[in-house]
């Protein structure tokens, strides 16, 4: 008996030695919603269905004050690529069509030094940011390639490329999971409804997603965010929104069950977050916290301390770049902490936040976000800077006199 408890001791303390010495994989797995914002359980909304994102939140660090540098997708998608602003990286506006806004040539970007660092990076869904010589990923199955249908929305689909991309991965991986739900889709595809809430339901001629269970919504029970007037209107779209993040919520759920059979929940740092607040007035393409909040999550398999806390330390986007070298030890590449737009200093702004997933800091007084949009559409041309901390909020309106370019796309 005694030689028993020694024997397992010692098993237990090997264990211990070798996960700290090993050179175990440490990954990283990247969710964003597109235009999603705080309709979820875990942000206290009593209504939206989103019991993956809720377990998620259950074993994550929640963020209260986590916000967007810019609210237009390619530009946040940029700044969340690159860690730096809009007007650093060079994206001043949306990247499709007629718009065709691009980064600089010579940013580096998240999926190319981890790249440069022997981790093996791939994109599922929306990408929606260039030149592809500046985001290259080792897998990408994005709307470049694919029907942003099938690689955005349908979670079935996009299970399956995760199983792709995961079965065959050796070495440490970033992968990016970039949702286009719960993004309207009234102006291109009417027939799927405004938020593609029909797309695969299983309704004649809406085709099936298989790992779907629709759940909808009545209008007259939505939560109404405080920004939006309570017309029928604006209830009917929450509403389709809602039955639209549910299907987000199943596919976080699906992506996580394939992490998990691929054997690496226990090694992978996995991030929830939104590209820009949701697609109503004061929302998108705004400065207003109701235009730039996002809800955000941080699950590490390591620092389990605070799972289920939350923080209400200042967060940006800017940070995630930071944070994911951080967690891959990687320095050596970027400047850090420098704001110059000089051609041959482009650095990185924000700080890791792995450090919150230890310890709160004791005080908010020296935290700040910065954010600064440019356009969204081509043709829609409204630069403002802005500063918030805890406590105060500034929004420089650059070119005030001009009327505010209101998109409801
Ligand atoms: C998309 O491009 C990648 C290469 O980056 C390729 O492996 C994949 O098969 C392509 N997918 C489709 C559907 O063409
Ligand atoms: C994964 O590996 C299998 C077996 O080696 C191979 O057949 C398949 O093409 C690989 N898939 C990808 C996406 O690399
Ligand atoms: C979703 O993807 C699955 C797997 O590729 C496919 O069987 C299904 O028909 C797709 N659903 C829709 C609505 O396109
Ligand atoms: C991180 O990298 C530095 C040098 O780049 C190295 O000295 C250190 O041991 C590494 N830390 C871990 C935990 O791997
Ligand atoms: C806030 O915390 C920092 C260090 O974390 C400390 O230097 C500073 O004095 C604190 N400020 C206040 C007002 O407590």
Request: proline content about 6%; aromatic content about 10%.
């Amino acid at each position: 008996m005694e030689h028993c408890k020694l024997f397992l001791l010692l098993i237990g303390l090997s264990c211990v030695v070798c996960g700290i010495l090993s050179d175990k994989p440490r990954n990283v797995l990247l969710m964003m919603a597109d235009d999603g914002g705080f309709e979820m359980g875990a942000y206290r909304n009593k209504i939206c269905q989103t019991p993956n994102l809720d377990r998620l939140a259950k074993r994550s660090l929640i963020f209260n004050d986590a916000f967007t540098s810019v609210s237009s997708c390619s530009p946040s998608r940029a700044a969340l690529l690159t860690g730096m602003p809009s007007h650093q990286n060079g994206m001043y506006g949306l990247h499709q069509a007629e718009n065709h806004f691009n980064s600089f040539g010579d940013v580096k970007t998240l999926p190319n030094i981890l790249s440069t660092h022997g981790v093996r990076t791939g994109i599922i869904g929306k990408k929606h940011v260039g030149p592809s010589s500046v985001y290259k990923f080792d897998y990408e199955q994005t709307e470049e390639n694919n029907s942003i249908f099938q690689v955005g929305r349908n979670i079935t689909y996009m299970k399956l490329l995760a199983r792709e991309f995961l079965t065959n991965s050796t070495e440490p991986f970033f992968l990016y999971v970039a949702f286009h739900d719960p993004h309207r889709c009234g102006h291109t595809n009417p027939e799927y409804g405004e938020f593609c809430q029909r797309f695969g339901n299983g309704d004649v001629g809406m085709g099936k997603i298989p790992d779907w269970q629709p759940i909808y919504y009545v209008p007259e029970q939505i939560e109404l965010p405080y920004f939006i007037q309570d017309t029928m209107e604006a209830r009917r779209d929450l509403a389709a929104q809602y039955t639209t993040i549910s299907r987000l919520d199943q596919g976080v759920g699906v992506i996580l069950k394939e992490l998990e059979d691929a054997g690496h929940l226990d090694d992978t740092l996995i991030i929830y977050s939104s590209d820009n607040g949701i697609p109503f007035p004061n929302g998108r393409t705004n400065f207003y916290d109701s235009g730039i909040r996002e809800p955000m999550f941080m699950s590490s398999p390591i620092h389990t301390g605070r799972r289920n806390k939350v923080t209400y330390s200042m967060a940006s986007l800017l940070d995630i770049v930071p944070t994911i070298l951080d967690w891959f030890n990687i320095s050596d590449d970027v400047e850090i902490d420098t704001n110059e737009i000089l051609e041959s200093n482009r650095g990185l702004t924000g700080k890791s936040l792995l450090p919150l997933l230890i310890q709160e800091p004791s005080n908010y007084t020296d935290e700040a976000i910065f954010a600064s949009h440019n356009m969204h559409e081509v043709t829609m041309y409204y630069p403002m800077r802005a500063i918030r901390t805890k406590r105060y909020k500034l929004i420089h309106n650059l070119n005030y006199n001009a009327p505010f370019p209101i998109c409801m796309k």
